[in-house]
């Protein structure tokens, strides 16, 4: 147990619904990430939020949009995914975002998406 | 192109064995290193870390060593158990930079058999 929970675990989507990922961390932590883990590749970071601000947007296509209603709580709404958005996601927190993030930061269990 | 990387795709060791994992990475100015492990169905735990201006650091059976000329680091279990077997992750990071994120390597999977 991290601290930083997601759900759902699971999720299957046709191409033409929505659906909003959940990330919630109980560390008491000012940053929060989305990373895209897809297979035989690096994690793939995609938002970052520090303080409920967004601070890195990493070239993600606007079917993915991030919201961050306070610094608990971050989600992930999903519009119109392909197939190949078929990945695990990954929600991570970290103290702050002092240097740009490269402090150590603490993963939620990740939501497996699968895009049909 | 890919910063940090992890060759060795896999690594099988023998209980009780020394399980040595490693890392290279291109950017001469990350200063900050850690290692990851995860388990199938779960997120990544953070494991251990590293800041550059050290050479070793070690907690309990795992111990990272830094070898800056190399641009090399790695991690040493001893000894090795059963439920260290995860894929293993290295991830660096410039923290003096303010798009000092941290990069992650592929990750290997270590395999520990009784």
């Known amino acids: 147990e991290t601290g930083v929970t997601q759900t759902p675990r699971h999720l299957v989507m046709g191409m033409t619904n929505k659906k909003s990922l959940k990330c919630e961390q109980h560390l008491g932590h000012n940053a929060m990430y989305w990373y895209k883990q897809s297979a035989k590749k690096p994690l793939e970071l995609m938002f970052v939020?520090?303080?409920?601000?967004?601070?890195e947007n990493n070239s993600v296509p606007s079917r993915f949009s991030p919201e961050c209603p306070n610094s608990s709580h971050l989600f992930l709404h999903l519009h119109t995914l392909q197939p190949e958005d078929s990945a695990l996601y990954l929600c991570?927190?970290?103290?702050?975002?002092?240097?740009?993030?490269?402090?150590?930061?603490?993963f939620g269990p990740g939501t497996r998406l699968l895009v049909l | 192109d890919q910063q940090v990387k992890q060759n060795s795709p896999s690594l099988s060791v023998q209980e009780g064995r020394i399980s040595i994992l490693n890392c290279d990475y291109t950017n001469s100015m990350f200063d900050y290193f850690l290692w990851y492990k995860k388990y199938p169905a779960e997120g990544p735990t953070f494991l251990i870390s590293?800041?550059?201006?050290?050479d070793k650091n070690e907690d309990g059976r795992f111990t990272v060593f830094l070898n800056k000329s190399a641009k090399h680091l790695s991690l040493h279990i001893v000894p090795s158990q059963p439920g260290d077997s995860a894929v293993y992750f290295c991830?660096?990071?410039?923290?003096?930079?303010?798009?000092?994120?941290?990069?992650f390597g592929r990750g290997t999977q270590l395999t520990v058999w009784p």
């Open positions: 939020y520090s303080l409920e601000e967004r601070v």
């Open positions: 590293i800041s550059s201006i050290k």
């Open positions: 991570a927190s970290s103290r702050n975002f002092e240097g740009g993030g490269g402090e150590t930061q603490y």
């Open positions: 991830a660096a990071s410039d923290r003096g930079s303010t798009l000092g994120r941290l990069y």
